[in-house]
């Protein structure tokens, strides 16, 4: 079996980097605020910085984290830890290439316990 080729470096910009980071925190905290407003599931967003804490119903979290000196985002997740590096216009894991926005979806919908679908910025 062989490894997953490793991630080309970032080719942003501090600035760029950041204003990416920035657009994905919000657009999960947007739809955090959608679902609470309709009544979906009682999720508690808590943003300090460049760091995103998802608080689910069973008491379980996601956490999203800004790596700045990276270039990457993080997640944990009760499954694990993932990294994601902004390549072609999409946040890519490191290790397995899925998308970042599939992986948050899948980990929370797990941890939530049902169907939760985030949407890409």
């Avoid at 760091?51 to 993080?74: A, M, R, V, Y």
């Avoid at 390549?87 to 980990?107: C, I, K, M, P, Y």
Wanted: hydrophobic share 35%.
């Amino acid at each position: 079996m062989s490894a997953a080729p490793e991630p080309s470096p970032s080719t942003l910009t501090d600035g760029q980097y950041q204003q990416l980071a920035d657009d994905l925190l919000a657009a999960i905290e947007a739809d955090c605020d959608r679902w609470l407003q309709d009544d979906v599931i009682d999720i508690d967003s808590q943003r300090t910085g460049g760091l995103l804490e998802l608080s689910l119903p069973d008491g379980s979290k996601l956490i999203i984290n800004t790596q700045p000196p990276l270039h990457e985002i993080w997640l944990a997740a009760r499954a694990g830890g993932y990294h994601f590096r902004h390549q072609a216009g999409h946040w890519v894991d490191t290790r397995d290439g899925s998308e970042f926005f599939d992986s948050l979806s899948r980990n929370a919908s797990a941890q939530g316990g049902k169907t939760l679908r985030f949407r890409a910025v």
